[in-house]
């Protein structure tokens, strides 16, 4: 449970960094939940799948912040 707990704050850790609009922030936060996210799918606690959707859909609002305000 504690592992699935810091995979879930990691997720919103970089989606409340995004809200906020603070790009470094945001991209700071993404880089240290990526790793946490695969290391879960090493620990068998969720499927690679859905890692790699997560990881995806994460990147694509971070990657937003810096495009879209260009």
Known sequence: ?????RLRTAIKS??????TGDKELALAKFRAA???IDS???KGIIH?????????KLNA???QLFVGQN
């Open 1 to 5: 449970m504690a592992l699935r707990s």
């Open 14 to 19: 970089v989606v409340k960094a995004v809200n």
């Open 34 to 36: 990526v790793p946490i």
């Open 40 to 42: 879960m799918v090493n």
């Open 48 to 56: 690679r799948n859905k890692a790699a959707r997560h990881k995806s």
């Open 61 to 63: 609002r971070v990657k």
